[in-house]
């Protein structure tokens, strides 16, 4: 099993940046699709991106396209979550997991566990 740790949030103005970063421990981190999800309070957790294994093929949800890149190093067993042009709508905390899916799945009961999260807010 790969255990997970989030890290890289904070508080940014809208329009900041932030990377996050999701650690994964184990030998198999390559072996799985990884993606992000967000949630914010109140609301039911939601898709944000996924990575193929490779890295070779991501997919995003609609609000965070052009604004939001996943990437991954598989060396370094870590995938990424370049967040530009924050807005206030993008406060959740936000959470990676691994799927063993060949598809980049975008619902969350495709992946297997969950890390901790890590909070991001954004003030207008």
């Known amino acids: 099993q790969v255990r997970l740790v989030e890290s890289g949030g904070g508080l940014v103005q809208a329009g900041g940046s932030l990377r996050l970063s999701c650690a994964a421990s184990?030998?198999?981190?390559?072996?799985?699709?990884m993606g992000w999800f967000r949630q914010a309070p109140g609301k039911e957790r939601e898709f944000v991106a996924a990575i193929s294994r490779s890295g070779g093929s991501t997919r995003y949800a609609d609000p965070v396209k052009g604004r939001f890149t996943i990437s991954r190093d598989n060396v370094k067993n870590t995938v990424y979550l370049q967040m530009n042009n924050l807005q206030p709508e993008d406060t959740a905390d936000y959470y990676c997991?691994?799927?063993?899916?060949?598809?980049?799945?975008?619902?969350?009961?495709?992946?297997?566990?969950w890390g901790q999260g890590t909070q991001v807010t954004v003030s207008s």
């Open positions: 997991a691994p799927s063993s899916r060949f598809s980049l799945p975008s619902n969350q009961n495709e992946y297997l566990y």
């Open positions: 184990g030998r198999t981190f390559s072996s799985y699709v």
